[in-house]
């Protein structure tokens, strides 16, 4: 199974900015679906960002023109850019990745949205 690390979260205050980083380690296969998702406390986990292994990307119509998910395979690494942060994007986010037999999930990493 692969294993996947986040991090980069932290307090920022409204209208800055964050790169989250999830490292992967083990073999993924092909194709597969990386994401982004996030969990609010008391709100079920939402999906925020995905990347196709064909580079197609898309994103939650809340996060649209802020958000900019990217990966770099030679690091094995996928990213989260957060811009113009508000305080409804307060969450833990999670990264994943799904493979035709399994999905993996890392552990999460807060991010606080506060003045």
């Known amino acids: 199974q692969v294993q996947l690390v986040e991090s980069g979260g932290g307090l920022v205050q409204p209208g800055g900015s964050l790169r989250l980083s999830c490292a992967a380690s083990?073999?993924?296969?092909?194709?597969?679906?990386m994401a982004w998702y996030r969990q609010a406390p008391g709100k079920e986990r939402e999906l925020v960002a995905t990347m196709t292994s064909g580079g197609s990307t898309g994103y939650a119509d809340s996060v649209k023109g802020r958000f900019t998910i990217s990966e770099d395979n030679a690091k094995n690494a996928l990213y989260l850019q957060m811009n113009s942060l508000k305080p409804e994007d307060t969450a833990v986010y999670y990264c994943s990745v799904a493979e035709v037999r399994e999905t993996s999930w890392g552990q999460g990493t807060q991010v606080t949205v506060s003045s």
């Open positions: 083990g073999s993924i296969s092909r194709p597969n679906v």
